[in-house]
């Protein structure tokens, strides 16, 4: 028999089973150095397109779209396209992608810990048809202690799976303390595509997820969340005026061109 370098030493030493017998001691989960996160941004307007780890921006003479995704102080990730109506079909398109590590400290190494994920999903179309604007959000998490799984989806074409247009709430999941290999993905998008339809068409999605330890857990206190070097892991704020001012006329927009719509259906 030999001595074991596993995590858990099974053994007080080598020789000396005959008077202590089996005994098993936890190690202690510590933090590890996790990789640097992976982010890409990408904006398409016909032809034309543009690749960028944080932030595109194309603005053509009919159609203009924009991606934008930050990670520090909080991870936020913005899709925006907007298409005027003209004679002629165009395509533009924006995307955000990220993907950054996490894992749990503390206890033991091996712990089943409930986790709790606080995010926002939205997203905005003037269209119900993909075929004309779409807004897409999505957040998908990998754990060791159930795999990858997609938490919540939203869209505004119902092509997602769901009918739902936004998610606000807080998802649950369980990952291991001391694991390496646990990530957050997420990935939003908008689409509009110009048509001889007698208005713009408009679309757009955002995500911003907060990974904490479920404070129900009669063992919260022992554990914490560390993620990849730069990502923030906070609550974001709550917008200033003139954030607000932005959505409301976004919104604002929206409804005059359904009620425009409308009554020229009539």
Not at 200 to 224: C, G, K, M, Q, V
Not at 255 to 265: F, G, I, K, N, S
């Amino acid at each position: 028999m030999r001595c074991s370098n596993s995590v858990t030493i099974r053994y007080l030493g080598c020789g000396l089973l005959g008077l202590a017998g089996l005994t098993s001691i936890a190690i202690p989960a510590r933090a590890d150095v996790l990789p640097p996160p992976s982010t890409l941004t990408h904006c398409t307007v016909s032809s034309s397109f543009l690749d960028d780890p944080t932030a595109c921006s194309i603005l053509a003479m009919f159609d203009e779209t924009f991606a934008n995704l930050t990670l520090f102080p909080f991870v936020s990730l913005t899709a925006q396209t907007t298409s005027a109506a003209t004679l002629f079909i165009h395509g533009a398109a924006a995307v955000a992608d990220a993907t950054y590590s996490f894992q749990v400290t503390g206890g033991n190494v091996g712990d089943t810990v409930p986790l709790l994920i606080s995010t926002t999903l939205e997203t905005l179309s003037t269209e119900s048809d993909s075929a004309h604007s779409s807004g897409f959000a999505e957040l998908n998490i990998n754990t060791s202690a159930v795999g990858f799984r997609t938490l919540a989806v939203v869209c505004t074409d119902g092509s997602c799976g769901t009918s739902a247009t936004s998610f606000i709430g807080t998802l649950s999941t369980f990952a291991r303390s001391g694991a390496i290999g646990d990530f957050i993905n997420l990935h939003v998008q908008s689409a509009a595509s110009g048509t001889n339809r007698p208005f713009n068409e408009f679309a757009s999605a955002f995500a911003d997820p907060f990974i904490y330890i479920d404070p129900a857990f009669p063992n919260a206190a022992l554990y914490s969340i560390v993620v990849s070097p730069g990502v923030g892991n906070a609550v974001a704020p709550v917008p200033e005026p003139g954030v607000l001012y932005l959505i409301g006329t976004a919104l604002g927009a929206l409804v005059l061109l359904r009620r425009r719509r409308a009554h020229m259906d009539r």
